[in-house]
């Protein structure tokens, strides 16, 4: 099964910087699409950067200039630097990634989205 397993949320004051790395595991033949996303109370999940196999990386506008998607396709990881964080980026992120994969024995190869448990980002004032 694969799965994403995702790493370094916490607490930091305005003006900081964390960086959240999700890693993908499993039996994957490939990966199409790497990304972030966010939910904060009471809102609705929005993306936040994605970075597709050989396309142009997407930023909502809200976080340009201030967080940078990468990617480490050896490691089937992808990280997300947040810079110069504001308390109104507070919110669970989630990665998430177009993984091509073989479910069960027998199942030809097919491309699958799949979403990490969430991981906590606060930014207090």
């Known amino acids: 099964q694969v799965q994403l397993v995702e790493s370094g949320g916490g607490l930091v004051q305005a003006g900081g910087s964390l960086r959240l790395s999700c890693a993908a595991s499993?039996?994957?033949?490939?990966?199409?699409?790497m990304g972030w996303y966010r939910q904060a109370p009471g809102k609705q999940r929005e993306l936040v950067a994605n970075m597709p196999s050989g396309g142009r990386i997407n930023y909502v506008d809200s976080i340009k200039g201030r967080f940078t998607i990468s990617r480490d396709n050896a490691k089937n990881t992808v990280y997300l630097q947040m810079d110069s964080l504001k308390p109104e980026d507070t919110a669970v992120y989630y990665c998430?990634?177009?993984?091509?994969?073989?479910?069960?024995?027998?199942?030809?190869?097919?491309?699958?989205?799949?979403w990490g448990q969430g991981t906590q980002v606060t930014v207090s004032s």
């Open positions: 499993g039996r994957i033949f490939s990966i199409n699409n």
């Open positions: 998430n990634a177009e993984i091509v994969t073989s479910p069960s024995p027998g199942l030809s190869p097919a491309s699958y989205n799949y």
